[in-house]
């Protein structure tokens, strides 16, 4: 998430004190990501010290910042460009998952079934947020809101179909069950011997043609 490119978009509409910043972007996603308010101090400091925003101290003793022209620039040239995704970012489920299956004791089956009702359970509340309404009474707020909901499902879903793959890969990879072994016959024990085809089993004592 860029803290910095979201506060020069945000100071793109007018001069605003940091507090504010504060505010404004987190009704901007919806208080999906709630942010320090010392993270967004110590991002403005850095943007004033690259000179892509300048800071003037009010009667309050507050400071109210506002975009310069670099930082117009640098802004454009955030929304013109792509999000690279060469270096894929560290994901934190993938992580648990790669030492989970390395360690002895975990039991990755339950890993897997537990991160599944988790994501169950964000997808419905996005989709209850969603069906409730927007982030606000403008357009392009509604519109805003809309858009990161449908980030965050689409994410969602994708995660619950990574994690049934997962799991797939992991039923494959258990080893096959062991068989019970054939019993060896008894040594020096020979073939059973069979009745030949047509004769019948005589009772002891009686003769072929059934006479004692």
Not at 18 to 40: D, R
Not at 59 to 71: C, F, I
Not at 110 to 115: A, E, G, L, M, S
């Amino acid at each position: 998430m860029s803290v910095r490119h979201s506060l020069l978009a945000l100071l793109e509409q007018g001069p605003m004190y940091g507090y504010g910043l504060k505010s404004e972007f987190e009704a901007a996603t919806g208080q999906m990501w709630p942010l320090n308010v010392g993270q967004v101090y110590t991002t403005l400091a850095r943007l004033e010290r690259d000179g892509l925003v300048e800071a003037h101290m009010e009667a309050d003793g507050q400071k109210m910042y506002r975009l310069t022209g670099a930082g117009r620039a640098e802004l454009d040239t955030w929304f013109s460009g792509a999000i690279s995704r060469e270096a894929a970012p560290r994901q934190e489920l993938a992580i648990k998952l790669i030492f989970a299956v390395r360690s002895p004791s975990a039991d990755v089956g339950q890993v897997i079934q537990t991160q599944r009702a988790a994501t169950m359970r964000s997808l419905q509340e996005l989709t209850r947020l969603k069906a409730d309404g927007g982030a606000g009474n403008e357009l392009s707020a509604e519109l805003a809101w809309t858009l990161t909901l449908d980030g965050l499902l689409f994410q969602g879903e994708a995660e619950i179909r990574w994690l049934d793959l997962c799991e797939a890969r992991l039923a494959g990879a258990a080893p096959e069950p062991a068989t019970a072994p054939t019993a060896a016959p008894a040594p020096g024990a020979g073939p059973t011997a069979q009745p030949e085809p047509g004769s019948a089993t005589r009772p002891a004592g009686t003769s072929a043609g059934g006479r004692p």
